[in-house]
């Protein structure tokens, strides 16, 4: 048997991009039912306003990992900086276990640290700063009492700004941080990490405590699928086409 284990991140699925969604779709056909386990690293959706919110998109994408899950691929979830607000109810249709924003794994006798990746872009300090207020507790417990066409209209509202707000930094802002990326391998003892969120795939080589060690970037779907496939024989930044049929 092939053992390999399988990573996206990014796919910012929503009901404007039905070819996105019909790779998705496929790939869960096709790849993941027979993938040692699957770990979404975040933004699955464009966008997230509570497990209420009942729609085709999110109904079909629940279940399409609860079929992975139920033929035996364990899939896994991170929040990302779009997603956060999904929880335990929409995790309990799509059979998907919901694991915390910093994980360590054991990756065929590899220990290696997982995340979505944003905590890493500390230079960018607004978007930081508005990180540690949407996590809040207190404020996400008022925001899932407002009606939801209140929360659509709020969601329509950060990305127009988060739009707007891109367009007037440079990217090095928005990419991580390398002190910061190594001060988190040196926390947990890791050799590999891997992350979404930066849009930017690539397996880029340093040093951890004068030891090769590796950070797999893990790519978006807006212009094709991205896929990181990890077997014992090693790592593999794959594409997918993005098609309706």
Request: aromatic share 8%; with cysteine; hydrophobic share 45%.
């Amino acid at each position: 048997m092939n053992h390999r284990t399988l990573f996206i991140a990014d796919l910012h699925l929503s009901a404007d991009r039905p070819d996105m969604t019909a790779a998705f779709l496929r790939f869960m056909r096709e790849d993941a039912l027979n993938a040692d386990a699957l770990y979404v690293l975040g933004d699955l959706f464009e966008f997230s306003i509570g497990d209420d919110e009942v729609s085709a998109l999110n109904g079909e994408v629940a279940a399409a990992f609860l079929a992975c899950s139920q033929q035996g691929t364990p899939v896994y979830f991170i929040h990302g900086n779009r997603d956060f607000m999904v929880g335990r109810r929409f995790a309990r249709a799509a059979g998907m276990t919901l694991l915390p924003e910093h994980t360590l794994i054991d990756l065929y006798g590899e220990p290696t640290l997982i995340m979505h990746g944003d905590t890493l872009c500390i230079d960018d300090a607004g978007y930081q700063r508005y990180r540690r207020i949407t996590r809040w507790g207190w404020l996400q417990w008022l925001f899932m009492r407002l009606p939801l066409s209140f929360r659509l209209n709020i969601a329509d509202g950060i990305r127009s700004k988060s739009a707007a707000a891109k367009e007037g930094k440079v990217m090095q802002v928005m990419d991580v941080n390398q002190a910061e990326v190594e001060r988190q391998m040196q926390r947990y003892n890791v050799r590999t990490l891997i992350h979404g969120h930066t849009h930017r795939p690539n397996i880029h080589h340093l040093q951890i405590n004068e030891q090769a060690a590796r950070r797999i970037v893990l790519g978006d779907w807006y212009s094709q699928g991205s896929v990181l496939v990890v077997d014992t024989g090693g790592v593999e930044l794959q594409n997918r086409p993005l098609t309706l049929a």
